[in-house]
C-alpha cells in the first residue's frame, strides 16, 4: 500500500505495520484542513483494517510538525480596520477534537518518531501516541502563547499528566523549545535516539508491537488514562473486571500455551 509522495499524508503498510507519514516538508509539515482530513481517515482505515497491527507516524524532512499552518483559510487572521474574526473553536470542534479522540482510542498501539521539531498541535500530536520515540535533534515546543493562544488539540490535558503542573505551566507560557533528550528526562516521551538510529528503533518498536497481544495493549493504555482520575479502589474493581474479559480471550490462552510450550507465541485478537 502506496501513494504517491506529493500526497499530504504518505500511507504504506509493511507487514502489520501501518505507516503515516506527514508530507508537507515545505511547509515543516504543518497541518491544514486538508491534511487533517487525510490524517484521520488513514488513522480511521488502519483501526478498521484487522491486518494493522500496529501504527506509525512521523513526519517528512527537517520536520515532525510545527503545528496549524496559518496560511490555511481556515484559521489564517484578516487585517485592517474592516477585518472579521476567525473563530478557531470551529477548527477545533470539526478537525483536531475528532482526531485527538480517534488516536486516543485507536484500536491498536501508535508509535510516534519524532524526526525533528514537534511544535503547538504537532507536539500535541505526537504526545497524544502511545510510544514517542524522538531523534537527539528533535525538539518540543508549546508556540501557542506567542501568537495569543492556548496549547490545544489535547495539549493541557496530556502537559499535565506527563510533567506535572509546575513543568507544563513552564512549557505553555514561555513557549521555549524542549531538547528531546530533557523530554526524556521530564518523563515526556519514552526514549531519545540518535539521528540516524530514529527510523530503525521505531519500525522495530511498531514490529514488537504488532506481534504482542493488541487487545491486551489497547485496555492496557485505556486503564492507565482512566486511573489518572479514579480512586484506588475503584481503579482495581476496573482493573478486575477488564482482566476478566481478556482471560477468556484467545490471546490468553495462546499465550498461556506458548509459556509452557516454551515458543513464542502468536496473538490474533483485536
Known amino acids: 500500500m502506496t501513494q504517491s509522495t506529493d500526497a499530504p499524508l504518505i500511507v504504506s503498510q509493511e507487514g502489520a505495520v501501518r505507516f503515516l507519514t506527514l508530507n508537507r516538508p515545505a511547509a515543516l509539515n504543518a497541518f491544514t484542513t486538508g491534511l487533517l482530513t487525510q490524517l484521520r481517515q488513514a488513522l480511521d482505515d488502519a483501526g478498521k483494517d484487522d491486518s494493522v497491527r500496529a501504527v506509525l507516524i512521523t513526519g517528512a524532512g527537517r520536520a515532525f510538525c510545527a503545528g496549524q499552518d496559518l496560511s490555511d483559510p481556515m484559521v489564517k487572521p484578516e487585517f485592517g480596520d474592516d477585518a472579521q474574526p476567525k473563530d478557531i473553536g470551529h477548527l477545533l470542534d470539526n478537525y483536531y477534537i475528532p482526531m ?76 521555549d523549545k524542549l531538547p528531546a533528550a530533557e523530554a526524556v528526562q521530564l518523563g515526556l516521551i519514552a526514549r531519545c535516539v540518535p539521528d540516524a538510529e530514529l527510523a530503525a528503533t521505531a519500525h522495530a518498536t511498531a514490529l514488537k508491537l504488532a506481534t504482542m497481544p493488541t487487545r491486551a495493549l489497547v485496555e492496557t493504555r485505556r486503564l492507565i488514562d482512566e486511573a489518572m482520575n479514579l480512586e484506588f479502589y475503584d481503579a482495581l474493581k476496573l482493573e478486575s473486571r477488564l482482566q476478566s474479559q481478556l482471560g477468556f480471550a484467545d490471546d490468553y490462552r495462546e499465550g498461556a500455551q506458548a509459556f509452557f510450550e516454551k515458543r513464542a507465541p502468536k496473538f490474533k485478537d483485536r
Request: net charge positive; hydrophobic share 55%.
Open 100 to 175: 485527538a479522540l480517534q488516536l486516543r482510542a485507536m484500536p491498536v498501539p501508535v508509535v510516534c518518531a519524532v524526526n525533528g521539531v514537534a511544535a503547538g498541535a504537532g507536539a500535541s500530536l505526537a504526545l497524544g501516541c502511545d510510544i514517542v520515540i524522538a531523534a537527539e535533534s528533535a525538539s518540543f515546543i508549546q508556540a501557542f502563547s506567542k501568537i495569543g493562544l492556548i496549547p490545544d488539540c489535547g495539549g493541557t490535558w496530556l502537559l499535565s499528566r506527563l510533567v506535572g503542573r509546575a513543568k507544563a505551566l513552564q512549557m505553555a507560557m514561555l513557549g
